[in-house]
């Protein structure tokens, strides 16, 4: 299975954007691109998911490079709220590749007000 | 909507004896799903329900067992526990027939003295 990398730790001052990169370089046609994350004391939440185009959503934005090996979520204004480990995540994109999510180690975003 | 709703919220057992944890998927789901998080990691795929049968199994060996029931609801059991098996136990849940995103629980926290 393709696999991700992401920077352990990162820092962000409130109301300024946040831009969380993660490698994938080996991904493959197959492969979206997702992005889930868990606050404190809480199971992971989906965030974003994408596969070749950039996407937007209430919560964030997911910028994907034009050969896939590389994406950046961006959450515009971060908030103390949004301090929590994020994780990039590769789903295939077949129905029956059910729940099964592959989580690496994620980058715990700390933000200061 | 309630969510995914897990229980108990903690648990504490020693090695040797046996668990069981419950997990009521989200309103509308129909297939449910088992992670285990050890401390400091990212979540790891035990297996996947549906239809009342596993359909897809992590790497986790035989004393973790599980069963869903006609109205979804799962439960997760893991024999002879051993220390290592302190972790916490996430449930996940969404529509089979979609590729909707997952919905995790709170989890439940286990402690294996």
């Known amino acids: 299975d393709a696999k991700t990398t992401q920077p352990n730790s990162m820092e962000s001052n409130e109301e300024e954007p946040v831009h969380l990169p993660c490698n994938h370089s080996?991904?493959?046609?197959?492969?979206?691109i997702h992005w889930y994350r868990q606050l404190p004391s809480q199971g992971p939440e989906y965030v974003i998911h994408g596969l070749t185009s950039n996407v937007n959503n209430r919560m964030a934005s997911l910028a994907i490079a034009e050969d896939r090996k590389s994406s950046t979520l961006i959450l515009h204004r971060a908030t103390l709220r949004d301090a929590a480990v994020y994780y990039c995540i590769l789903k295939k994109i077949r129905n029956n590749a059910g729940n099964m999510l592959t989580f690496g180690g994620g980058t715990r975003l700390m933000v200061k007000p | 909507d309630a969510g995914v709703t897990q229980s108990p919220t903690h648990l504490i057992k020693t090695r040797g004896q046996q668990v069981t944890l419950r997990c009521s998927p989200k309103s509308g789901h129909d297939t449910v799903s088992w992670y285990q998080q050890a401390l400091g990691q990212g979540p790891q795929f035990i297996f996947q329900?549906?239809?009342?049968?596993?359909?897809q199994r992590g790497n986790f060996p035989d004393r973790f067992s599980g069963h869903q029931f006609p109205n979804y609801s799962s439960e997760l059991n893991v024999n002879a526990l051993l220390l290592g098996d302190s972790a916490l136990y996430l449930c996940a849940s969404r529509r089979r027939s979609t590729n909707e995103k997952l919905f995790f629980g709170s989890g439940t926290q286990l402690s294996v003295l």
């Open positions: 080996t991904i493959s046609g197959t492969d979206y």
């Open positions: 329900y549906y239809e009342e049968e596993e359909r």
